[in-house]
T-cell receptor, first 114, second 112 residues
Framework: AQSVTQPDIHITVSEGASLELRCNYSYGATPYLFWYVQSPGQGLQLLLKYFSGDTLVQGIKGFEAEFKRSQSSFNLRKPSVHWSDAAEYFCAVVDTGGGNKLTFGTGTQLKVEL | DTAVSQTPKYLVTQMGNDKSIKCEQNLGHDTMYWYKQDSKKFLKIMFSYNNKELIINETVPNRFSPKSPDKAHLNLQINSLELGDSAVYFC???????????FGEGSRLTVL
């Protein structure tokens, strides 16, 4: 069964600093990978996705992620964090052969210091 | 024009009661899901329907009953509510095989 690990429960960065959120996955075949963001009291919004092709994917709000098969990783990055980026971030992998089941990591809470 | 909408957004109820949450999507997707988010923000799939057929049924107490009258609607009936059912329930939809899920804003259930 597929699984996702987000090793950092909380991360605090200063506004304007760069950000990297870690994600490791376990999946037998080529994974479909996602990053979602959840602002307080809100639903989940898709930031970006990787299906195949270019391993560096661009998303909304200035985020990008790099797929590294050799490391089973799909880390999320942003060069300069804004205070409005404070939220919960979830990495996820989908099993397209298993009813499109999306399995989430435990999330990383990002705090931004002004 | 909300893509995936859930009602109600908040429910507060007593233990032992029965409640339902409704979900509708206007994206033309063929698959819908219910996810539960606990107090630690962990998201776990409960059910999924594809064209009104149940395709994912995780280990969930049978007090939880999903129903899909058509592919644009998915409801969740919860009977004999318990304290541990307090959570945020998210509805989502997708096109099967395409991976990407679109989520509603969630329904926060509080059982007292």
């Amino acid at each position: 069964a597929q699984s996702v690990t987000q090793p950092d429960i909380h991360i605090t960065v200063s506004e304007g600093a760069s950000l990297e959120l870690r994600c490791n996955y376990s999946y037998g075949a080529t994974p479909y990978l996602f990053w979602y963001v959840q602002s307080p009291g809100q639903g989940l919004q898709l930031l970006l996705k990787y299906f195949s092709g270019d391993t560096l994917v661009q998303g909304i709000k200035g985020f990008e992620a790099e797929f590294k098969r050799s490391q089973s990783s799909f880390n999320l990055r942003k060069p300069s964090v804004h205070w409005s980026d404070a939220a919960e971030y979830f990495c996820a992998v989908v099993d397209t052969g298993g009813g499109n089941k999306l399995t989430f990591g435990t999330g990383t809470q990002l705090k931004v210091e002004l | 024009d909300t893509a995936v909408s859930q009602t109600p957004k908040y429910l507060v109820t007593q233990m032992g009661n029965d409640k339902s949450i409704k979900c509708e999507q206007n994206l033309g997707h063929d698959t819908m899901y219910w996810y539960k988010q606990d107090s630690k923000k962990f998201l776990k799939i409960m059910f999924s329907y594809n064209n009104k057929e149940l395709i994912i049924n995780e280990t969930v107490p049978n007090r939880f009953s999903p129903k899909s009258p058509d592919k644009a609607h998915l409801n969740l009936q919860i009977n004999s509510l318990e304290l541990g059912d307090s959570a945020v329930y998210f509805c989502a939809s997708s096109i099967i095989g395409r991976g990407e899920l679109f989520f509603g804003e969630g329904s926060r259930l509080t059982v007292l």
